[in-house]
């Protein structure tokens, strides 16, 4: 190539760069579109109505400027701090019910076991089962005294421990909240941990087993840190979907018994579609924005790859 043809190579080349660039941009432009449309300008048109008294159904007097008022008033309820509380409960205890289980699933179907793609598939199930299906199925078994459940608590026990009222007594309430919400979304986490289980080298495995570690060394010391990645992200998402518990809460147990399935989603809920306080209702999403947001990004900072 001559000198004189270099600037017309490269100019081809920008042109070329641009054309695809000018491609990508128009793909995205419609997902960008309805993300705008659909979540973010909501999230910007609450940060207004948290500032004001808006109510759901306008009434003849305009809404009035508030300021903070509305956060004040949450922050000092005593119900928002309950409800923030059993939020927390939930996570913690969700978390390692939800993905421990999701993970020895994803470890049971990534085996070369006959008719495993219809094992993965029936798995999968609960994922794609409305929530309230799911609840009405449930509380078929939480049913006080004489519920499958109970039933199966008797056989076991012998008849010593008696009915166990599921969703009614304190006690109870939130880990049975957390066993049909663990079991409903479990689907989700399984199939993260198949996609990073497939995505791990057979040579590791070989390897380790030629130095003569047995199935648990080779489980604990090649699979977990290969699926250091998987784990984390399955960690943030769950987080998040258990900051947003609500549907079983509201079909279930409507927040009790004495409060303690109350949720935040649930109070939020309850502020602007029963007592019709949309500035209010506004004032918690956005606090709840920033706690899940905070939540994420300290978890991201603990699991962060300090190499």
């Given at each position: 190539?001559?000198?004189?043809?270099?600037?017309?190579?490269?100019?081809?080349?920008?042109?070329?760069?641009?054309?695809?660039?000018?491609?990508?941009?128009?793909?995205?432009?419609?997902?960008?579109?309805?993300?705008?449309?659909?979540?973010?300008?909501?999230?910007?048109?609450?940060?207004?109505?948290?500032?004001?008294?808006?109510?759901?159904?306008?009434?003849?007097?305009?809404?009035?400027?508030?300021?903070?008022?509305?956060?004040?008033?949450?922050?000092?309820?005593?119900?928002?701090?309950?409800?923030?509380?059993?939020?927390?409960?939930?996570?913690?205890?969700?978390?390692?019910?939800?993905?421990?289980?999701?993970?020895?699933?994803?470890?049971?179907?990534?085996?070369?076991?006959?008719?495993?793609?219809?094992?993965?598939?029936?798995?999968?199930?609960?994922?794609?089962?409305?929530?309230?299906?799911?609840?009405?199925?449930?509380?078929?078994?939480?049913?006080?005294?004489?519920?499958?459940?109970?039933?199966?608590?008797?056989?076991?026990?012998?008849?010593?421990?008696?009915?166990?009222?599921?969703l009614g007594d304190p006690s109870w309430s939130?880990?049975?909240?957390?066993?049909?919400?663990a079991w409903q979304a479990y689907g989700f986490?399984?199939?993260?941990?198949?996609?990073?289980?497939?995505?791990?080298?057979?040579?590791?495995?070989?390897?380790?087993?030629?130095?003569?570690?047995?199935?648990?060394?080779?489980?604990?010391?090649?699979?977990?840190?290969?699926?250091?990645?998987?784990?984390?992200?399955?960690?943030?998402?769950?987080?998040?979907?258990?900051?947003?518990?609500?549907?079983?809460?509201?079909?279930?147990?409507?927040?009790?018994?004495?409060?303690?399935?109350?949720?935040?989603?649930?109070?939020?809920?309850?502020?602007?579609?029963?007592?019709?306080?949309?500035?209010?209702?506004?004032?918690?999403?956005?606090?709840?924005?920033?706690?899940?947001?905070?939540?994420?990004?300290?978890?991201r900072f603990v699991v962060r790859d300090r190499?």
């Amino acid at each position: 190539m001559s000198i004189s043809q270099v600037p017309a190579a490269n100019g081809r080349r920008r042109s070329a760069l641009w054309g695809g660039r000018a491609q990508e941009i128009t793909m995205l432009l419609p997902a960008l579109a309805l993300i705008a449309i659909f979540l973010l300008l909501p999230f910007l048109s609450s940060f207004r109505i948290a500032l004001t008294n808006e109510r759901l159904i306008p009434r003849p007097v305009p809404p009035r400027f508030v300021g903070l008022g509305n956060f004040q008033q949450i922050l000092t309820d005593h119900d928002f701090w309950r409800a923030l509380w059993n939020v927390v409960r939930f996570t913690l205890m969700v978390l390692p019910v939800q993905c421990g289980f999701a993970l020895a699933i994803a470890l049971l179907l990534n085996q070369k076991l006959p008719f495993r793609n219809f094992f993965r598939g029936l798995f999968f199930l609960p994922a794609i089962t409305s929530m309230v299906v799911v609840c009405v199925i449930w509380a078929t078994l939480f049913q006080y005294p004489t519920g499958p459940f109970n039933q199966i608590v008797g056989f076991l026990s012998f008849g010593l421990v008696q009915p166990i009222d599921w969703l009614g007594d304190p006690s109870w309430s939130m880990p049975a909240i957390v066993l049909l919400s663990a079991w409903q979304a479990y689907g989700f986490q399984m199939i993260v941990y198949l996609a990073g289980l497939q995505g791990i080298s057979e040579s590791l495995y070989e390897a380790a087993e030629l130095d003569g570690a047995n199935r648990w060394q080779r489980f604990w010391h090649v699979t977990m840190p290969s699926l250091r990645q998987t784990h984390i992200f399955v960690l943030i998402i769950t987080t998040i979907q258990a900051f947003k518990l609500f549907t079983q809460v509201n079909i279930l147990t409507q927040g009790g018994p004495r409060g303690t399935t109350d949720t935040l989603v649930h109070y939020m809920f309850t502020a602007g579609f029963v007592d019709q306080r949309l500035g209010l209702a506004s004032a918690v999403a956005i606090l709840l924005f920033f706690i899940v947001l905070i939540v994420s990004l300290v978890q991201r900072f603990v699991v962060r790859d300090r190499q």
